[in-house]
């Protein structure tokens, strides 16, 4: 019996484990939200109750692969809280001391996750298309561009849906000035890489594909195919940034059990997606965007594609 693959993904809001077969048939997919990255802005330290709800995720998720019952080669990568936590390095070696893994899970680096995410990203796209993909996480944002063959450039934002909903407030309800403030400071976040994008995009205008990959662009999909009436939820939809846009001004004033009762939300991301949403489309508007797709490829796609590849070699 040929062995499965398996990347389990040790976000800053959720953990997530996806499975496949080596020519790339997706077997199942699961995860829970632990939010891993909570409490970390003020102090930078990964905090106890987070670490202690990740760990135990990461372990019922290891269960459910073994229960699975067939040969399996496993990888566990953490991204951003752990990357940027004075204390992940310690975390990681209490998963490899207190859980049954094969291995210790690694913290990718900011250039590992951006090309890890792009290689999934470009794999939900026709052959020959430029792809720019925007990704936000809990405590990051990875923009990368390049083509279907390999990322030419990618930068990582320390700016994510938790850390961004903590700084400045958009748990609950939330009026215009923190909305404006909120996407001017990931603009000028995002200010210095601005010009070689904008180049980028200028110079293969008529065949340069926009993409949103993560949470934030799975919750903005759901919600708008919800509207739509679809009754099941698809990996691909073309968004417009009118309808965007209107869709995070309608969820600021919202408290969270408001929002938790819009068509298409997921409760558990009720408090984080507005925050989300400010980050990503404050990028779009930079970038003179009007139109992106929503992809529900990212990063654990293009680590189970790299470990395909080297199985394969």
């Known amino acids: 019996m040929d062995s499965i693959l398996a990347v389990t993904d040790i976000g800053s809001n959720t953990v997530m484990t996806k499975v496949m077969t080596q020519d790339g048939a997706v077997l199942e997919e699961f995860g829970e939200r632990t939010s891993l990255g909570e409490g970390m802005s003020a102090s ?7 670490c202690q709800r990740t760990l135990a995720a990461l372990e019922r998720q290891w269960r459910r692969l073994k229960s699975m019952g067939r040969p399996l080669i496993w990888r566990g990568v953490a991204t951003a809280a752990v990357r940027q936590a004075l204390n992940g390095e310690v ?56 083509t279907m063959d390999r990322m030419m450039a ?55 594909a926009v993409s949103l990959t993560g949470g934030t662009g799975n919750g903005l999909r759901a919600i708008l195919q919800g509207q739509q009436g679809h009754h099941e939820s698809h990996d691909i939809l073309s968004i417009s940034m009118v309808d965007a846009m209107a869709c995070l001004e309608r969820l600021a004033p919202m408290t969270v059990a408001e929002r938790q009762r819009v068509p298409g939300m997921r409760a558990d991301r009720a408090d984080i997606l507005p925050a989300g949403l400010t980050i990503v489309l404050s990028i779009f508007q930079l970038l003179h965007v009007t139109e992106f797709t929503s992809n529900g490829h990212g990063l654990r796609d293009g680590i189970l594609l790299q470990m395909a590849k080297e199985q394969g070699s």
């Open 44 to 50: 930078q330290l990964l905090q106890p109750e987070p």
């Open 91 to 146: 975390f990681l070696q209490r998963c490899q001391d207190e859980l049954d893994l094969p291995e210790r899970p690694v913290a990718l680096s900011a250039q590992q996750e951006a090309e890890a995410t792009f290689q999934g990203a470009a794999c939900a796209f026709p052959p020959g298309t430029v792809l720019v993909n925007v990704d936000s996480g809990g405590c990051s944002t990875e923009v990368s561009l390049g």
């Open 154 to 208: 990618g930068v990582s934002l320390a700016a994510g849906c938790v850390s961004w909903r903590d700084t400045f407030g958009m748990a609950g309800p939330f009026g215009p000035d923190i909305m404006k403030a909120a996407m001017e400071a990931a603009q000028k976040m995002y200010l210095p890489y601005y010009k070689e994008v904008m180049t980028f995009i200028e110079q293969h205008r008529s065949t340069v």
